[in-house]
């Protein structure tokens, strides 16, 4: 009887979270906010009290993470980590939540009637992958008012963008003819403009609820372009994509317009397409990478009989060594892998990748045509690329067109930069690559690490050269490899160069998070 | 004016049935104009679309009708044509917008067999063609929560009751989202009577959904207060979560219903569990919980999935009330099986343990009679089709096809249907014959069905009659009005018991109607001009047009003359 009461009493020995959550502009508590509890397997939620408390009872001894959510609401910093231990009670766990902002309007025709069922995207202009693209962060349609609501919106600016849906599901995007040409409704932006030069953001505040973004749908003149493709065997279904050139890339809304090319005769028409100049390029099903590839300026009046040369390319061969290392069947490849990245078009890249072979050489099969990079990733050991060779020319980065030879040396001699940041508890120190070779495995030039809590930091394994550094006082997520925005921190930023194998110490000013949150609404 | 021209080439083909008229033809030309239905109205700006009906033709015209409603096509080269208008603020079909809201065939040149519901003018000019554009409805209003604040991101549901083909069933004709505040507003409604629904999460999930939600909250873990668990129950207007208690709300075209207030209560759920009666390496298995009876789902679709883990299943967020559970495995033919059913009722705790049986599946067969001397009657044009009762959609098969033939001597087979209760759907008039009866170990099982539910194989007798029944008339058609349709009622009629059916006649130009093979028994007759086809299904609709109606009754081989007056809509 005895152990059984003891047992019994053990699987009590509960322990309690609690803490409130807060407005993070006004500080008031946030009612009916919901808290989830995860850790030991299990998953728990409870609501917050009018005045933003809540509590979690009979929580086992263990490690959780808990974040607060809320509709329109996001929530400030990452998730909290609490280890719990039998009995004990956590509390006073503040969570921050910042009010989403609304922008809301009409979207009228030339007369002023509402336009029902277009696209209306609300978009960010972010940096990705080495270059400014227009973000798609909303999307929503017109109702039968012409009214859009874009809600739940982080602070910042924003580009509204209306665009009516392909001709397959409506009417509104056909391009008709006039007497003097065809026209269609294009793509505008708020406040009525056709490109995104003369668009004008919307700029929001935490929880802040903007109205009366009424705007027009243009029409404009639009043209055709229509060409012919030397087709070759084993094309499979080639298709053409017009990518605008010069303008701000916009990811947001529909994608950019394509069409097949028909297999008899190569030829291909486009309608329907803005004056402007554009890229036009050919891709296959069958074949990795471009298969061809012209600019064309349209304006004034269609474009007839376009030639699209075709690109072609030889076998891509090559070798991977290691510097210094006599036998090339060493254990550092093993688990190394090289991708082939191809870049189709302004937008889309793909990526194929191959293992080398015991003796470090390696082929992409197929010929893959168009701009390439050739990145070394899954490095079993701190590893720089030092040399990178095409037909015996040595190349700054692994950035090619043509097909070849490559000769690719891998280093062990890594450089390392540690350090120290004054004042800081936490955040990021980011590392902007000035002067040296394109690493291997990152996707852009700037590295970024954390901030230990007593402000140390530590940049292992990386190529020698010169970088840029900044220590911030928060967590990145979007900005960290935005030049533009790291310049506004020039003057609180330390360069540092390093030479092969040599590892340097740091000490770096704080920027705070005040001063980035400045930069971000600017 | 200016709109007046904007006269496009549509669709990915340009086609070349318009604009490239050969010099011997004459080119076609179609014009009319676009109403308002109600007021008669001209509708400026309305896109008018213009279809050929011919296969493979391709393509399309749209004009924009001017500010007297006006529309024309040109240059048109002869063959048939459908053209339709659709305007913002006027009624559309659901989830699309290509128009079809009104509209006609025309037939234009000389083809062979071309129809025309205009007349040809000379040099294949179709003049006057009137479109008449449905304003929509409209219901805008809030939905709050248990504190009467606002409530985001829920779904609200606009239903409809639909019987067509003698099945009921629910069918979500309209929605939008709540925005921030709680706000919502469905447009596009056509004229007809509504069940409002709101619920946070799956708010396409069909009928009597039974499962609450947290909403917008991203998949967010359930409320959990001590031992119990809470989420938000689907609520139907008036504030109910029973769909037997919802109220329907009516609807005149046009008419805009505002400031209608939905309360989503905040209610305990619970959640059902048990084991699997098998778990196989490379199968997969799927638990369907469905509600009791619900018209809108089937034991292997349209239900609440339940998570499956290490040879255990639980479906969460359940609502009290009575459900059923299959369980189904698709192996590497990937065919989805059922195996395993139970039922269970949740009243006020976790149901665990869920008692669940293994399923055989269900064979039905027979063979089809005819009574008296049968001679030359071909049993293949007979057709016999199971019904499972109460599972609303179509015959489900474990892995089977679905129709099959009757052979040439009358017999007939389904195999590997899932268990269930199966009325016979047996149609002979091809054959000039009506089915007298069903009979399973001598009982006629057409009212109350086959129970069929533990599985099993069943040999069936169908017997047919040659001594049909026959009902001749002329209906009064007013003065003006066009001889419209005429609405057979079989008695007793009751599409939620799947009993009786309606059918729909056309009446001669002259008023004459000539019904045919019919069983014995009572029919109730209306005259109508133009109807909707989803009305005439409706029982409401139905009973509301009693004193118009003509009820008569007919017994074996029987003639019998009826004469009725059509009425208005």
């Known amino acids: 009887m005895k152990v059984g009461f003891v047992l019994l009493f053990a699987s009590?020995?509960?322990s309690q979270i609690s803490g409130r959550v807060v407005n993070s502009v006004t500080g008031e508590g946030v009612g009916k906010a919901l808290v989830r509890l995860t850790g030991r397997g299990i998953?728990?939620?409870?609501?917050?009290?009018?005045?933003?408390?809540?509590?979690?009872?009979?929580?086992?001894?263990?490690n959780y993470t808990l974040e607060p959510l809320k509709q329109n609401y996001f929530a400030k910093g990452s998730a909290m980590r609490v280890e719990v231990r039998e009995e004990d009670k956590v509390e006073g766990l503040v969570f921050g939540l910042e009010p989403g902002a609304v922008i809301a309007g009409r979207l009228l025709d030339e007369d002023g009637d509402p336009l029902e069922g277009v696209s209306v995207t609300g978009a960010r202009r972010v940096y990705?992958?080495?270059?400014?693209?227009?973000?798609?962060?909303?999307?929503?349609?017109?109702?039968?008012?012409?009214?859009?609501?874009?809600?739940?919106?982080?602070?910042?600016?924003?580009?509204?963008?209306?665009?009516?849906?392909?001709?397959?599901?409506?009417?509104?995007?056909?391009?008709?003819?006039a007497s003097d040409g065809e026209y269609a409704r294009v793509p505008s932006y708020f406040p009525g403009v056709a490109d995104l030069e003369s668009a004008r953001p919307i700029v929001v505040k935490p929880g802040q609820v903007v109205t009366g973004m009424d705007f027009s749908a243009l029409r404009g003149k639009v043209y055709r372009v229509e060409g012919k493709f030397a087709l070759a065997e084993s094309d499979g279904q080639l298709y053409a994509t017009l990518d605008r050139i010069g303008m701000l890339k916009d990811t947001s809304g529909f994608p950019q317009p394509q069409t097949a090319i028909f297999p008899g005769s190569g030829a291909f028409q486009f309608r329907g397409i803005q004056p402007g100049r554009y890229l036009l390029t050919v891709s296959s099903n069958t074949k990795a990478g471009l298969q061809g590839q012209v600019e064309v300026t349209v304006g004034g009046a269609d474009v007839k009989d376009l030639d699209v040369p075709r690109i072609e390319t030889g076998p891509l061969r090559g070798v991977i060594r290691l510097e210094g290392a006599e036998d090339n069947a060493e254990q550092w490849k093993s688990g190394l892998e090289l991708v082939l990245y191809c870049q189709i078009g302004l937008r889309s890249t793909t990526g194929t990748s191959v293992t080398p072979a015991p003796d470090g050489s390696f082929e992409f099969e197929r010929g893959i045509s168009g701009r390439k990079t050739l990145q070394v990733q899954k490095m079993?050991?701190?590893?720089?690329?030092?040399?990178?060779?095409?037909?015996?020319?040595?190349?700054?980065?692994?950035?090619?067109?043509?097909?070849?030879?490559?000769?690719?040396?891998?280093?062990?001699?890594?450089?390392?930069?540690?350090?120290?940041?004054?004042?800081?508890?936490?955040?990021?120190?980011?590392?902007?690559?000035?002067?040296?070779?394109?690493l291997g495995s990152g996707e852009g030039l700037n590295l970024d690490a954390?901030?230990?809590?007593?402000?140390?930091?530590?940049f292992g394994a990386i190529g020698p050269g010169e970088y840029r550094l900044y220590a911030f006082d928060r967590n990145f997520e979007e900005n960290l490899l935005d030049p533009e925005f790291l310049r506004n921190f020039a003057a609180k930023s330390v360069i540092v160069k390093i030479g092969e194998g040599e590892t340097k110490t740091v000490t770096l000013p704080l920027i705070a998070a005040s001063e980035v949150e400045e930069a971000q609404n600017q | 004016m200016k709109l007046w021209a904007q006269v496009g080439l549509l669709g990915l083909l340009a086609s070349g049935l318009w604009g490239q008229t050969s010099a011997s033809a004459k080119p076609g030309r179609l014009e009319g104009r676009v109403v308002n239905a109600v007021t008669k109205e001209a509708v400026r700006k309305a896109t008018v679309t213009l279809r050929s009906t011919q296969r493979n033709a391709g393509g399309q015209l749209s004009v924009t009708t001017d500010a007297e409603g006006?529309?024309?096509?040109?240059?048109?080269?002869?063959?048939?044509?459908?053209?339709?208008?659709?305007?913002?603020?006027?009624?559309?079909?659901?989830?699309a917008n290509l128009p079809i809201a009104m509209q006609g065939r025309i037939g234009l040149g000389?083809?062979?067999?071309?129809?025309?519901?205009?007349?040809?003018?000379?040099?294949?000019?179709?003049?006057?063609?009137?479109?008449?554009?449905?304003?929509?409805g409209v219901v805008t209003g809030r939905v709050l929560d248990e504190d009467g604040e606002g409530f985001g991101q829920v779904q609200v549901a606009v239903w409809e009751w639909n019987y067509s083909g003698g099945l009921a069933r629910l069918l979500r004709v309209g929605g939008a989202e709540t925005n921030e505040v709680g706000e919502f507003r469905v447009a596009n409604l056509a004229p007809g009577k509504y069940l409002l629904s709101a619920e946070c999460g799956g708010g396409f999930a069909m009928g009597r959904a039974r499962r609450g939600g947290t909403g917008g909250f991203g998949g967010a873990a359930p409320l959990v207060s001590g031992n119990e668990t809470f989420a938000y129950a689907r609520t139907y207007y008036p504030g109910v979560s029973e769909l037997d208690q919802a109220q329907k709300i009516s609807l005149a075209a046009g008419q805009e219903l505002s400031g209608v207030t939905l309360n989503l209560q905040k209610t305990r759920v619970f959640s059902l569990s048990g084991n699997l009666p098998s778990a196989q390496e490379g199968t997969r298995y799927f638990v369907n919980v469905r509600p009791a009876g619900d018209p809108n789902s089937s034991p292997m679709m349209g239900g609440t999935m339940a998570r499956v883990q290490n040879g255990a299943f639980t479906a969460t967020n359940l609502l009290p009330g009575n459900y059923e559970l299959t369980i189904s495995e698709v192996g590497e033919d990937r065919k989805p099986r059922m195996i395993a059913q139970g039922e269970a009722v949740i009243t006020n705790s976790n149901v665990e343990n869920v008692a669940l049986a293994p399923v055989g599946t269900v064979e039905i067969k027979g063979r089809i009679r005819v009574e008296g001397e049968a001679t030359g009657v071909n049993l293949a044009q007979v057709r016999v089709e199971p019904r499972p009762r109460g599972l609303g959609l179509q015959v489900v098969v474990n892995g089977g096809n679905q129709r099959q033939m009757v052979e040439a001597d009358g017999s007939f087979r389904y195999g590997e249907l899932i268990p269930g209760t199966y009325t016979l759907r047996v149609e002979a008039e091809k054959v000039n014959h009506y089915v007298k009866a069903v009979t399973y170990n001598g009982q006629d099982i057409r009212v109350q069905g086959l129970d069929l539910r533990n599985g099993g194989s069943v040999k069936v007798e169908v017997l047919l009659s040659p001594k049909v029944a026959a009902l001749n008339g002329k209906v009064d058609v007013p003065e003006g009005a066009a001889a419209g349709t005429l609405v057979v009622v079989e008695e007793p009629y009751d599409p939620r018991k799947a009993s009786g059916r309606v059918q729909r006649k056309t009446v001669n130009e002259d008023g004459s109607f000539a019904l045919a093979n019919l069983a014995p028994g009572t029919y109730r007759l209306l005259a109508v001009g133009e109807v909707e086809t989803k009305l005439i299904y409706d029982p409401e609709w139905l009973a509301a047009r009693t004193s118009e109606t003509v009820t008569v009754e007919v017994r074996e081989g029987e003639t019998k003359a009826v004469s009725l007056r059509q009425a208005g809509n």
């Open chain 1, 43 to 62: 998953a728990r939620s409870v609501m917050t009290a009018k005045d933003g408390s809540f509590v979690f009872a009979k929580v086992a001894e263990g």
């Open chain 2, 70 to 95: 006006k529309f024309v096509f040109e240059n048109l080269t002869a063959g048939d044509y459908s053209v339709s208008a659709e305007k913002a603020g006027f009624v559309r079909p659901l989830g």
């Open chain 1, 450 to 458: 954390e901030i230990a809590p007593l402000g140390a930091f530590e």
């Open chain 1, 380 to 438: 079993p050991k701190p590893l720089f690329l030092k040399h990178f060779r095409l037909n015996g020319k040595e190349l700054e980065d692994a950035v090619f067109y043509e097909g070849g030879e490559i000769e690719m040396i891998l280093s062990p001699r890594v450089s390392g930069i540690l350090g120290k940041v004054e004042g800081a508890k936490g955040g990021t120190v980011i590392a902007q690559s000035i002067k040296a070779k394109r």
């Open chain 2, 110 to 136: 000389g083809g062979a067999g071309t129809e025309s519901t205009w007349k040809m003018g000379e040099g294949a000019v179709v003049g006057g063609v009137e479109l008449k554009l449905v304003p929509q």
């Open chain 1, 128 to 177: 990705r992958e080495g270059t400014y693209v227009m973000e798609s962060v909303w999307q929503g349609r017109t109702n039968d008012l012409g009214e859009f609501r874009l809600s739940g919106l982080k602070a910042g600016r924003y580009f509204i963008k209306a665009q009516a849906p392909s001709s397959m599901f409506s009417m509104l995007n056909e391009p008709y003819e």
């Open chain 1, 12 to 14: 009590l020995a509960w």
